[in-house]
């Protein structure tokens, strides 16, 4: 693993991430894998970004950022103190953006309030890219963000730019490259490992705090090959089958949430404050 890149270099928008996906899932068109309409130097920058992240999310990849992160003991912050601390990092890199990880987040969480879901579900809207807190700690961007895939297994041709997976090292470990790999039929996706990324860290810090339908928008929204494609069901169990039905429900907000007006965040802060401090102690440990 000694090759592996520290940074992409070249996504410097992680807005472009959201873009593609936004395309990818336009429902005016069908599902496309490749990049559409795009300025070459963008699309370029997002075929770079998976190129790293499926060459280099190997099973031993994932099982070793386990090990280094897992369970979080690191920093205690609040939660508003981590989103706040988000915003800073990614703003530094993305003078153009349309809304800041702030906004996301607050953009994501309005728009669940206001379709009157539950408070548990408008606060896995706020809270769902925290673990986007791991560009903090060094880590590139192509381990943090991006579609995230069961690795140990044969990949999903449904995966967003499948063909890079010929370079990952597990393309030519045949008993990862079974159907089921090195899982059984049916075992369900907690004993699955995922490739590694915000979704998995950030679920690992709060899995103690939140219902599980929560837990799972958090630990799978970015496994678009599942919860859009329908992809990796011989991996799971029912219960897997039933909370991915929270999934599937949460997506169109992450996706779709963007808004012109930008929300205001001092006005927002009281009302989620206390929505935080129902399920959460003031700190945890990142
Ligand atoms: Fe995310
Ligand atoms: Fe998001």
Not at 112 to 119: E, N, S, T
Request: with cysteine; net charge negative.
């Amino acid at each position: 693993m000694n090759d592996q890149p520290t940074t992409t270099g070249q996504l410097q928008d992680l807005d472009l991430l959201d873009e593609e996906r936004k395309l990818r899932y336009d429902s005016n068109a069908k599902p496309q894998h490749e990049f559409r309409n795009y300025e070459a130097p963008q699309r370029d920058s997002v075929k770079d970004f998976y190129r790293a992240n499926h060459r280099f999310q190997t099973l031993d990849f994932v099982l070793a950022k386990k090990r280094a992160f897992l369970p979080p003991v690191g920093k205690r912050m609040g939660i508003w103190e981590a989103m706040e601390t988000l915003n800073q990092l990614v703003d530094d890199s993305d003078p153009d953006t349309d809304a800041t990880q702030i906004e996301h987040l607050l953009q994501t969480a309005e728009s669940i309030r206001a379709d009157g879901h539950p408070r548990w579900f408008i606060l896995a809207g706020l809270i769902h890219d925290l673990g986007k807190l791991l560009c903090l700690q060094g880590e590139p961007q192509w381990a943090v963000v991006g579609d995230t895939f069961p690795v140990g297994c044969r990949y999903s041709a449904s995966v967003v730019y499948y063909d890079f997976f010929r370079e990952n090292p597990d393309w030519t470990v045949d008993a990862y490259q079974t159907e089921c790999g090195i899982y059984e039929p049916g075992c369900g996706l907690d004993n699955v490992h995922i490739s590694w990324g915000h979704d998995e860290y950030l679920y690992q810090v709060v899995k103690d705090y939140l219902p599980e339908e929560a837990l799972y928008m958090i630990r799978y929204h970015s496994c678009y090959a599942i919860h859009k494609e329908g992809a990796y069901g011989h991996l799971m169990n029912d219960r897997d089958r039933r909370l991915f039905a929270a999934v599937r429900a949460f997506n169109p907000y992450d996706l779709y949430s963007k808004v012109d007006t930008r929300p205001n965040v001092a006005q927002l802060r009281p009302y989620y404050e206390e929505l935080i401090s129902e399920y959460f102690p003031p700190s945890l440990s990142w």
